[in-house]
């Protein structure tokens, strides 16, 4: 089994910059993303493109002959030009608070089409807190000043393992960024889970991660994990049509083992496009590598092939095959023949 890479998505990526990005979807979440909860709080200023734009999907778009009354319309974060400020600061700023407090791994500082516009250089600080920062927070350096390319993303990897709750990302002097994606782990506390409660451990605040997916021609595989129900038909993971009987599948982790008691499979928005049937399957595995399918063996049924309807959410109790007491880590679904879903929820208790 390997992973088709999104050709809607491909970039000029290369070599080492290449492999990082797909290390980073592969094992990371974006932390920041407006899907699970990211909000840009505050910046310097944003006088020609909104600070918001950040952390919104895709990697920003460009409209030739847009304009609004402020200039040229830009899919992302812009500040003026400095020189024409006096304010005396050196660089922009715009402070964002993570939807999923984790550990940072990797960063991708997208410039997409900032071309004659882009930062010099940009920095990432990050601090933990409980309330929005103010001028008395402490903000420690995960990315040190580095140049960054126009119309490119710039990766970088991070070595870090505290838990972070907000970034602040510095441009210098001045300037434009599309996209900033903060690739990493959510941080936990089980503490806040009542004993016995049924936890959504495939969830990815909860710290599930969809690892692998056989096709995301459409929509990327997180979005299967992500808060809420699907806001419309791309808010979901759906594959290209197939010319086979199937099925395409994706594998998630789930954020901690345990045992899988009800199943919620939702459709939502997918009318024409949802799949006939689905599987799933389950395994306990120390491992998250599943390419060229080497642990396909070790996968048990949870709920054998069953019919799916269009726009609908699905609830699963006793049609699973297993009992209370048995756990997983991993998770595959199988959808037949391919198609699209909203989102997945798997209830289970923690091992404890």
Known sequence: MMLDIDTQQQN??????????RKFKSQYVDLANEGVG?????????????????????????????????????DGWESRRSYGR?????????????????????????????RGNAPESVSVE????????????VWHTVLTQTAVEAHSQNIFEISNDTAWTHIRLNMFPDGGVARIRVYGEADVNWEHFVPGELID?????????????SDMFFSDKNNLIRPGRGVNMGDGWETKRRRDPGPDWLIAKLATQGSIEKVVIDTCHFK??????????????SSDDFTNGQ????????????????????LFINELLVKSEQTFTHVRINIFPDGGISRMRLFGKRKD
């Not at 990526?13 to 492999?19: D, M, R, S, V, W």
């Not at 005396?88 to 608070?97: A, L, N, Q």
Request: glycine content about 10%; some cysteine.
């Open 12 to 21: 000029q990526l290369t070599g080492e910059a290449l492999e990082l990005e």
């Open 38 to 74: 990211g909000e840009t709080l505050k910046c310097s200023d944003d006088f020609f493109a909104e600070m918001e734009n950040l952390i919104k999907p895709g990697r920003g778009i460009f409209i030739d002959d847009k304009f609004t009354e402020r200039g040229k319309w830009m």
């Open 86 to 114: 006096d304010n005396g600061r050196e660089f922009d700023w715009c402070v964002i608070k993570l939807g999923i407090k984790g550990v940072i791994h990797g960063l991708d500082i997208d410039t997409n089409y900032f």
């Open 126 to 137: 990050a601090c933990v807190s409980e309330v929005e920062p103010s001028a008395k927070t």
């Open 201 to 213: 451990l495939a969830y990815i605040k909860n710290g599930g991660k969809a690892l692998l997916a």
């Open 272 to 285: 024409g496009n949802f799949p006939d049937t689905f599987s799933l399957e389950g395994m306990i595995s």
């Open 295 to 314: 642990q396909d063996a070790n996968w048990q049924p949870i709920i054998g092939r069953t019919k799916l309807a269009a726009h609908r959410e699905h």
